[in-house]
């Protein structure tokens, strides 16, 4: 069981990586560089994945009280 305090960090962890997955598409669409244009675009999906792995073990948890 997670207290308030964790998951009041778990949340805002979440909406960092919701931020920085705008942010590097945002960025990715304004290059010209191909080379970096794939960076930023692979940055953005590993904090797409690390937002869907860390809301889906909150929702399992919700789940099991």
């Known amino acids: ?7 009041m960090h778990l949340e805002d962890f979440l909406g960092m990586e919701q931020t920085s997955v705008k942010a590097f598409n945002h960025f990715a669409n304004m290059t010209q560089d191909s080379q970096s244009k ?10 797409q994945q ?16």
């Not at 069981?1 to 998951?7: F, I, P």
């Open 50 to 65: 690390n937002f869907q792995t860390v809301s889906r073990h909150l929702n399992a948890g919700q789940n099991l009280q």
């Open 38 to 47: 794939q960076m930023l675009q692979q940055m953005a999906q590993k904090c």
């Open 1 to 7: 069981m997670l207290s308030s305090k964790e998951l």
